[in-house]
């Protein structure tokens, strides 16, 4: 069964603070995502990476960066975090990017306060 | 780029019934289609999907159907059971772009 493992679970941080937040696959796919939910907005694309040591931005890239140091784990790093970075947010992976299937982890619920 | 836009918030139907979710998108290059499902305190999985080549797939209860012309999708939850209360997502995705447009989300609420 394909597995994507995020870490923590859930976190509160401060405002200015650094936060970083982790995935892991045991699926062997070669796409990553990373998405946060918020309402009113649905999901929207942060960063993505199709190899490892390599990441691309999404939609809405700017006050995050991301790190893919393996095919394994690719990580969602907030520098300086900001009230609007509270949200929920999913990691996902899938084979041959996002025309095949994605599978999401479980979500990480961010606030920062 | 892309837009989704999916028109119910909220759906609620009576056990047995059908329910009908319905999308609309902007890119006339959009090709693929999926659906996400999302339960209460979990997280999103695929339910189903369908790609610019058919207008209409099926599985199971679910049915998914693709108007081109119109950039309109929808997704048919036929005799609709109590677990299949959730969020739904519709999603679209063209083939120079990376990663999906997503819905806002349906709550589907099925009652007895």
């Known amino acids: 069964e394909a597995a994507v493992t995020q870490s923590p679970r859930s976190k509160v941080a401060v405002t200015g603070g650094k936060v970083t937040l982790s995935c892991h696959q045991t699926?062997?796919?070669?796409?990553m995502y990373w998405y946060r939910q918020d309402t009113g907005h649905g999901l929207r694309l942060i960063h993505y990476?199709?190899?490892?040591?390599?990441?691309e931005k999404g939609d809405i890239p700017d006050g995050y960066k991301a790190s893919r140091p393996s095919q394994e784990n690719f990580s969602l790093i907030l520098e300086l975090a900001s009230l609007s970075q509270t949200a929920v947010y999913f990691c996902a992976s899938s084979p041959t990017g996002s025309q095949n299937t994605l599978y999401f982890g479980a979500g990480t619920r961010l606030s920062v306060l | 780029g892309e837009k989704v836009e999916q028109h119910e918030s909220t759906l609620s139907v009576r056990e047995g019934d059908s329910a009908v979710i319905n999308c609309t998108y902007t890119d006339t290059a959009s090709s693929y289609f999926p659906w996400y499902k999302q339960e209460a305190g979990k997280s999103l999985h695929f339910v189903i999907d369908?790609?610019?080549?058919?207008d209409r797939k099926q599985s199971q209860r679910l049915i998914v159907l693709l108007d081109k012309k119109a950039k309109r999708f929808s997704l048919h939850i036929t005799a609709t059971q109590p677990e299949d209360s959730a969020i739904y997502f519709c999603a679209a995705r063209n083939n120079y772009a990376q990663g999906l447009t997503f819905g806002l989300g349906t709550r589907v609420s099925v009652f007895p």
């Open positions: 990476s199709y190899v490892a040591d390599s990441t």
């Open positions: 369908i790609r610019s080549n058919v």
């Open positions: 699926n062997n796919h070669d796409y």
